[in-house]
């Protein structure tokens, strides 16, 4: 690879785009180099997702679009890397021109490579397991990515010294449930407050919290760290127990009736994320119905729809009683309308408010409260505008733009 140009194409999830870091980073130290212009180089590395059927559909437009383009002479070689062809190990033939068709990288266990960073020098995703031991009846993840392995505490320690020594503010904690991580005896709150013992003024927001899994401990941890945010993204998938028991999650119907609020009370001005199905066998209309009122009692800061895809190999793909996809897609939207509309009226009680945020690009930042990708941003404007990514700023909010704010700098922080 000494000299070679790479571009890089990623779907899917953060969990997926740090893989491809991990990968990628490998490739840099053996003397490759990262393409000025993304649609020219020696080798293109498309990195797919096949979680759903619109992800499969978008792997396979980017793959046949790196194709054309190696006819077109602008690629050399163009390898397809990640969970579309680990799940599809002998669809390569489908693809005729690809030179390489890898499965998922094995980075689990490899330390991450801070210098190649996707989401800039102000916050990283920092992946500490790999794989999945719920068997949800809808997921093909365990399929794709295996049984539930953590990365060695020491490997995750050194990654985050290594980030935060570069220049990072936010570091994410990724992987299909966090709260599972083991090393020895240790646990995910023993790793928390290792990390809280790291020099420097910085974030830490753990994402992806399986209902059933939130302990004492980490609450604990959650309330007193000097780093941590109070943020929690709870994937209920629905809120009914006849459908989640039909998603084998019957040990988070618990979880779903309580948690919300006892979260609310246990930590003042928390922000709560989740993921809703719609479409799910057994979702009748009588039970659309009562989550849409659970939702709307439970007032989530920001919540996520989408309609169910039947996966083959899944215990759900031949489930009766299923609605239809328009029935499904229906559903999604009266899902996101409601959210809308309380995402409105929680943002104009904002307005007026001072916050923290963290500056991520030229002219905009994020709260606590806006995890990356998912929750919106702020724009900055006046003289917060030209403040250097990596940079705390306490603004006040001035006005509402969609899911973002605008702001306007007080102080630097």
């Known amino acids: 690879m000494k000299g070679r140009s790479i571009a890089l194409v990623s779907l899917g999830c953060a969990k997926n785009a740090a893989d491809l870091e991990i990968e990628v980073g490998a490739l840099l130290k ?23 059927e619109s992800a499969r559909e978008e792997a396979e437009s980017e793959i046949r679009r790196a194709l054309e383009m190696k ?18 190990p002998k669809a390569a033939s489908s693809f005729p021109g690809v030179d390489e068709w890898r499965g998922v990288p094995n980075t689990w266990s490899c330390q991450k490579t801070p210098g190649l960073r996707f989401t800039g020098k102000a916050f990283a995703y920092l992946k500490i397991a790999e794989g999945c031991n719920h068997r949800c009846s809808y997921c093909a993840i365990p399929l794709i990515r295996g049984r539930y392995r953590s990365r060695p505490f020491r490997q995750i320690i050194q990654d985050a010294r290594s980030l935060i020594e570069t220049g990072c503010k936010e570091i994410n904690i990724i992987a299909q449930d966090p709260m599972l991580w083991r090393d020895g005896k240790k646990t995910l709150v023993d790793l928390l407050w290792a990390l809280d013992s790291i020099p420097g003024d910085f974030w830490i927001r753990v994402l992806y919290s399986y209902p ?17 945010v109070k ?4 994937p209920f998938q629905h809120t009914v127990p006849e459908v989640l028991v039909k998603m084998n999650r019957r040990k988070t119907i618990p979880a779903t009736e309580e ?45 996520g729809a989408f309609a169910y895809s039947p996966e083959k190999g899944t215990k759900g793909y031949n489930m009766p009683s299923r609605p239809s996809k328009a029935i499904a897609l229906e559903r999604e939207r009266e ?29 905009v930042a994020r709260l606590q409260s806006q995890a990356p990708d998912v929750d919106g941003v702020v724009y900055l404007e006046g003289v917060a505008a030209d403040m250097p990514a990596g940079t705390f700023v306490d ?18 922080r």
Request: charged share 20%.
């Open 231 to 234: 943020y929690l993204d709870v």
């Open 259 to 303: 948690l919300v609020d006892a979260l609310r009370e246990l930590v003042p001005g928390i922000t709560l994320r989740t993921t809703i199905m719609t479409g799910f066998p057994g979702e009748t209309s009588l039970r659309f119905k009562k989550m849409m009122s659970d939702l709307k009692r439970m007032q989530f800061d920001h919540l």
């Open 395 to 412: 603004v006040e909010l001035i006005k509402v733009k969609g899911f973002d704010f605008i702001a306007k700098a007080i102080s630097e």
């Open 335 to 363: 899902v996101m309308l409601m959210q809308s509309q309380i995402w409105a009226q929680k943002a104009r009680r904002m307005i007026g408010t001072k916050e923290t945020a963290l500056v991520v690009a030229p002219g």
């Open 71 to 88: 006819k077109r002479g602008l690629y050399g070689k163009v390898v397809v890397t990640g969970c579309y062809p680990q799940r599809y």
């Open 212 to 228: 059933s899994e939130i302990t004492e401990e980490f609450l604990c941890w959650l309330i007193n760290s000097p780093h941590a």
């Open 30 to 52: 053996k003397g490759a180099v990262l393409s000025s212009n993304p649609d020219s180089a020696d080798v293109v590395i498309v990195n797919t997702c096949s979680f759903i």
